[in-house]
């Protein structure tokens, strides 16, 4: 089974930049769909942005233009680059994996914490 540790969560600054990586436990070239998600407490988890087997990515509204997802099929890991990071990004970033089909599968990391505050 896939299992999926998360890293690089931290204190920063507003307008400050942090990198999240998601490190498989297994190759990632056969998941269908790897995503970021964020969640608060008392609100549900929300996806941030996600990356395709193929490469095509997908944002929420409310990252465009300052989070990157991407990732390295020869290291199986996923990163999220935020940029400009704002006081309503923090929550705790979680990365999922989704393998459609037959033998398939949805695995989430335990999260880290981000915190943006000045």
């Known amino acids: 089974q896939v299992q999926l540790v998360e890293s690089g969560g931290g204190l920063v600054q507003p307008g400050g930049s942090l990198r999240l990586s998601c490190a498989a436990s297994?190759?990632?070239?056969?998941?269908?769909?790897m995503g970021w998600y964020r969640q608060t407490p008392g609100k549900q988890r929300e996806l941030v942005a996600s990356i395709a087997s193929g490469g095509s990515t997908n944002y929420v509204d409310s990252v465009k233009g300052r989070f990157i997802i991407s990732k390295d099929n020869a290291k199986d890991t996923v990163y999220l680059q935020m940029n400009s990071l704002k006081p309503e990004d923090t929550a705790v970033y979680y990365c999922?994996?989704?393998?459609?089909?037959?033998?398939?599968?949805?695995?989430w990391g335990q999260g880290t914490q981000v915190t943006v505050s000045s």
């Open positions: 999922n994996a989704i393998r459609y089909g037959v033998g398939g599968f949805s695995r």
């Open positions: 297994g190759s990632i070239v056969s998941i269908s769909v």
